[in-house]
């Protein structure tokens, strides 16, 4: 399957999409934030992350198969848009809440 194809404002809402998710449960914030410490990339740990319930939100809204290689597709066509202000802002916000 080729990468869908994803707008600025719609990478802002996955990037939403996860911040909720471990906002809602302090247990997985918890371990997502040990995680980030130990892989020390930002890269690897999405890799990692893109398993479970938060993966599954993201499959359903963007309408792709919950495997390896779409996920991957996937957050090649979020991080497209690093450059955009809005992406990089909610970025940034995610990677101070998992290093805090």
């Known amino acids: 399957m080729s990468a869908p ?4 404002p719609e990478a802002v809402e996955a990037f939403e999409i996860i911040k ?3 906002l ?3 247990e997985r914030l918890q371990r997502y934030k040990q995680k ?3 892989v020390g990339n930002t890269a690897a740990f999405y890799a990692w992350a893109m398993q479970g319930s938060t ?3 993201l499959c359903q809204r ?5 495997t390896e290689a779409d996920l991957k597709a996937l957050w090649a066509a979020l991080h497209v ?5 809005k992406v990089h802002a ?3 916000e995610l990677k101070n809440l998992l290093s805090s």
């Open 81 to 85: 848009h690093a450059d955009d202000p």
């Open 36 to 38: 980030f410490h130990e």
């Open 24 to 26: 809602s449960d302090p």
């Open 5 to 8: 194809t994803v707008t600025a």
């Open 55 to 57: 993966a599954e939100a």
């Open 62 to 66: 963007f309408k792709v198969q919950h």
């Open 90 to 92: 909610i970025k940034e």
């Open 20 to 22: 909720k998710s471990l």
